[in-house]
């Protein structure tokens, strides 16, 4: 399990492995999102099966957070995650204007640090 740094990217774990894309774009105000964010990254850490995360918001709001799990079934279980689902829901209803989830098989993975 990996912590993710907002300075470089994380240390990509021995494929195979699998990389969960969310792309979104928030409603205005904060509206208890960043506690809540808070959370699930400390319970997404919790998880069996999780590898680590990236995330990023661009100036104009898009964010794209890639977090990386061993298998399906761990993907699958983060989903079912009870507080979780709960989550996925309150931000239907409050946060998100829209978002995109993706599902990437990652077969390769290198990475480049300057020294």
Same mark, same amino acid.
């Given at each position: *399990? ?7 990217? *994380? ?9 969960? #894309? ?42 794209i957070t #890639?977090?990386? +799990? ?7 279980? +983060? ?23 993706? #599902?990437?098989? #990652? ?9």
């Amino acid at each position: *399990m990996t912590a993710q740094s907002p300075e470089r990217p *994380m240390s990509p774990p021995e494929p195979p492995y699998y990389a969960v #894309v969310f792309t979104s774009t928030r409603t205005p105000g904060d509206n208890g999102y960043t506690e809540r964010a808070e959370r699930m990254f400390q319970l997404a850490h919790e998880q069996p099966g999780f590898l680590g995360v990236d995330t990023a918001r661009g100036a104009a709001g898009l964010r794209i957070t #890639v977090s990386y +799990w061993r298998d399906e079934e761990s993907i699958a279980a +983060w989903r079912d995650q009870a507080e979780h689902a709960e989550t996925r829901a309150d931000g239907r209803h409050h946060w998100y204007e829209s978002f995109a989830v993706h #599902v990437a098989k #990652v077969e390769r993975a290198y990475q480049f640090t300057r020294p």
